[in-house]
């Protein structure tokens, strides 16, 4: 018999297409963003504990830890405000996840579901553009690390080299290198990027563990580096610094938050996604946290300053094998997190502007490329710019877009969606034009309330001290949580009060 394309719910809630023969000449349909098939959803616990693993030990979770230390605080306290972050951003995390693993669907087509068609565009193309950030950052510190390494090996020539915009030559050199190196196995598909995480991702825990090691013979033990006091104190000056700061830690993930369903659509169940990410998140940023946390107060107590990069620390190091062991595997471990968190969302998001045009290898390009153009050596160069302009300003922009999906997805729709709908002009999702006028006022005017308020301390960033709008300067402490709230409420307010479509369960033969 004919198969039409009707979604199948299996007894565990996953849901797929009997046929997507009737989907598959839409213009809002190519095979990388169609549902995964139930026999491909094989990811186990393991498999998601596994990927965090890979994604959170990298250099740049790595001078997220270590720049609290740089902004004054203790170890105690950069701990727990880490900690705390990653516990809040892991529940809008696991209530999108939800929809990867019973749709087989990645983000920006859940997107469609609240955005429309076309309008999920808007969210899938923030998220890009964020990760094209990332990706150039990520790209940076290893190259930073390649520099350091090759430095140790060949001499002062190459680290005293003339200076190029700021920079050692040599310094743009390795930063190139290491952009071509992603590039080429990007250009092999995401094939060669599972591959390649199996064997890299443990690379890193290594890396740090080593300096980690050095730091604490040289300091002698643990005493000096827990003893080593807070700037803040516990007062005024500490909140002042912790309220930004923990909205920092939450956006520094608020990206997987978004787009976690372009991995969780493989997923075994629902059970093995979520404890796969419960055992995942936590652990692997609590673990690289406290190593950076000990080892950059342990530079505190050696060198009399917070040396939050981990390739300048190690460039202090006495022993060039050392330097070149740790940093070897940092470098690899970057390139495994970079490729899994930073390429697999925007090539998913950029097809989705363009289905029938562009692949998953030309969406990695194309962050390759704006990854260098957005300059990613300005925004790590200062704690201050990396952590209140960077991700508190995006943090607080993609928290209205969770708001948006955690509203319709659980509240309006009740997890009820017409998977084939997803994927076609004229259907349940195609609202005015392909666009949704409800979703776009809540994530603008939910933005608008989380960053309208932005300022930045004078000499230190670029907002004006009286915050672009000064009536909202108090809520840009808490950007993230005003926007995810304010998203939320106005979508419930402005959505329509009808009935979500059930999926339906079909027998085939």
């Not at 704006?370 to 943090?395: E, M, N």
Request: contains cysteine.
């Amino acid at each position: 018999m004919a198969h039409s394309p009707v979604p199948v719910t299996p007894t565990d809630g996953r849901v797929e297409l009997a046929d997507d023969a009737a989907i598959a000449d839409s213009r809002f349909y190519n095979p990388e963003l169609a549902p995964v098939p139930l026999e491909k959803r094989t990811w186990t616990t393991y498999n998601f504990f596994a990927l965090w693993m890979g994604m959170a030990h990298n250099i740049p979770s790595y001078t997220l830890a270590a720049s609290l230390i740089a902004l004054g605080m203790d170890w105690v306290q950069a701990f727990l405000t880490i900690t705390l972050g990653n516990l809040i951003v892991l529940v809008p995390m696991l209530l999108n996840s939800h929809a990867g693993t019973k749709y087989g669907i990645p983000f920006p087509v859940f997107a469609r579901s609240f955005y429309g068609v076309r309008g999920a565009n808007l969210p899938a193309l923030l998220r890009a553009f964020i990760a094209c950030g990332w990706f150039g950052i990520q790209t940076w510190v290893g190259g930073e690390a390649l520099y350091v390494i090759v430095g140790k090996l060949v001499g002062g020539g190459w680290t005293n080299a003339g200076a190029v915009g700021g920079q050692p030559w040599t310094l743009w050199l390795s930063f190139a290198l290491f952009w071509v190196a992603q590039m080429l196995i990007i250009w092999r598909g995401m094939d060669a990027i599972r591959r390649f995480e199996n064997w890299t991702a443990p690379l890193v825990s290594v890396g740090f563990l080593i300096l980690l090691v050095y730091v604490l013979v040289k300091a002698g033990g643990f005493g000096p580096i827990l003893s080593e006091p807070s700037k803040l104190g516990w007062g005024q000056g500490f909140w002042a610094v912790f309220a930004p700061s923990l909205m920092a830690m939450i956006a520094f993930w608020s990206t997987l938050s978004l787009n976690m369903p372009d991995f969780t659509r493989f997923g075994g169940s629902q059970r093995k996604q979520f404890w796969g990410q419960i055992l995942g998140l936590p652990t692997t940023m609590s673990f690289i946290a406290i190593v950076a946390i000990l080892t950059t107060s342990g530079a505190v107590s050696l060198y009399g300053e917070a040396i939050w990069d981990p390739a300048q620390l190690a460039a202090r190091f006495d022993s060039p094998a050392l330097v070149v062991v740790a940093l070897v595997a940092l470098v690899l471990a970057t390139i495994s997190a970079n490729l899994a968190a930073n390429v697999v969302s925007p090539s998913y998001d950029f097809s989705n502007a363009a289905p029938k045009r562009v692949t998953f290898a030309t969406g990695g390009l194309i962050t390759g490329v704006l990854g260098v153009l957005i300059q990613p050596w300005r925004l790590i160069s200062d704690p201050h710019i990396y952590i209140f302009t960077w991700l508190g300003f995006y943090g607080g922009v993609l928290a209205s877009v969770a708001g948006v999906l955690i509203a319709g997805y659980w509240v309006v729709n009740r997890t009820r969606l017409a998977l084939p709908d997803l994927y076609l002009e004229n259907g349940k999702y195609w609202y005015t034009g392909g666009w949704n006028w409800r979703a776009l006022v809540a994530t603008v005017v939910g933005a608008v309330i989380a960053v309208g308020g932005a300022y930045s301390a004078p000499g230190t960033g670029p907002f004006p001290a009286e915050g672009l709008i000064p009536l909202l300067k108090p809520l840009y402490d808490y950007s993230w949580v005003a926007g995810l709230i304010a998203a939320f409420l106005l979508y419930l307010a402005l959505a329509p009060r009808t009935s979500a479509t059930p999926a339906v369960t079909v027998a085939t033969n």
